[in-house]
C-alpha cells in the first residue's frame, strides 16, 4: 500500500541552525502539507502546496519557513535559522484531491525535531 | 473559523468494554469531520471521515462516529474494545471556503489505553 515516508525520523540541532525535513509523498497525490505537533499540544496546520505554488500558510509559517518540490518525489521544509520553540514533531501529509468532497489526507509518521 | 474540542485527553477501558471518544465542533458552515488514529512511532492513519452524506460513518477496525447537529457533536464509539486499539486519535474539521486547500484543524487528541 503506497504511504508517506518521511526523513529523518528524528533530527538534533543547535539553535540557529538551518534544517530541512523530507517527505516524499504518494505518487498521484497533487496536494502537500505540513503540520506539526509541539508535545502536548495540538497538531498545528503549517502550509498546504499545489501545483508548485503555496495555497494556504498559517501564521506559524513565518519567514523562516519555506517549502519546496525540488523534483517530481520529494517535498521539503526547511527552517532557515531555528528556535528551540521550533522543537516539535512535523508531518507532511499529501492527499490526491483538494476539494471538501474527496480530501483525504494521508500522513507520514513525522520527523522529531529538537532544537538545543 | 472551525475548531474541535476532545473530552478527555486519556480514557481507559478495560478489553471488550465500549469504547467511546467525544469529539465537539464549532463550524460556521456545514463540517466535514474526521477521526484519526496514530498508532506509536507511525503517522496518522484515517479512521473516518463525514461529508454530510449518512450521519453514522463507519470506518476501519470496527470503529464508527455518529454526526450530531443538535449536539455540534461527532463521538467515536466501537462496541467492544481490543489491546490492539490502544492509540492516540484524533478528532479533526476541514476548514472550508476562500482558497482553502484542505487545511485541517485538530483537537488536542484522546489517549485510549486498553487494559486485559
Known amino acids: 500500500e503506497p504511504e508517506v515516508t518521511q526523513t529523518p525520523s528524528h533530527q538534533v540541532t543547535q539553535m540557529g541552525q538551518e534544517v530541512i525535513l523530507r517527505c516524499v509523498p504518494i505518487?498521484?497525490?497533487?496536494?502537500f502539507y505540513w503540520y506539526r505537533q509541539i508535545l502536548g499540544q495540538k497538531v498545528e496546520f503549517l502550509v498546504s502546496f499545489y501545483n508548485n505554488e503555496i495555497s494556504e500558510k498559517s501564521e506559524i509559517f513565518d519567514d523562516q519557513f519555506s517549502v519546496e518540490r525540488p523534483d517530481g518525489s520529494n517535498f521539503t521544509l526547511k527552517i532557515r535559522s531555528t528556535k528551540l520553540e521550533d522543537s516539535a514533531m512535523y508531518f507532511c501529509a499529501s492527499s490526491e484531491f483538494g476539494g471538501r468532497a474527496k480530501n483525504e489526507q494521508f500522513f507520514g509518521p513525522g520527523t522529531r525535531l529538537t532544537v538545543l | 473559523a472551525q475548531s474541535v474540542t476532545q473530552l478527555g485527553s486519556h480514557v481507559s477501558v478495560s478489553e471488550g468494554a465500549l469504547v467511546l471518544l467525544r469529539c465537539n465542533y464549532s463550524s460556521s458552515v456545514p463540517p466535514y469531520l474526521f477521526w484519526y488514529v496514530q498508532y506509536p512511532n507511525q503517522g496518522l492513519q484515517l479512521l473516518l471521515k463525514y461529508t454530510s452524506a449518512a450521519t453514522l460513518v463507519k470506518g476501519i477496525n470496527g470503529f464508527e462516529a455518529e454526526f450530531k447537529k443538535s449536539e455540534t457533536s461527532f463521538h467515536l464509539t466501537k462496541p467492544s474494545a481490543h489491546m490492539s486499539d490502544a492509540a492516540e486519535y484524533f478528532c479533526a474539521v476541514y476548514n472550508a471556503g476562500g482558497t482553502s486547500y484542505g487545511k485541517l484543524t485538530f483537537g488536542q487528541g484522546t489517549i485510549l489505553t486498553v487494559h486485559p
Open positions: 505518487s498521484n497525490h497533487l496536494y
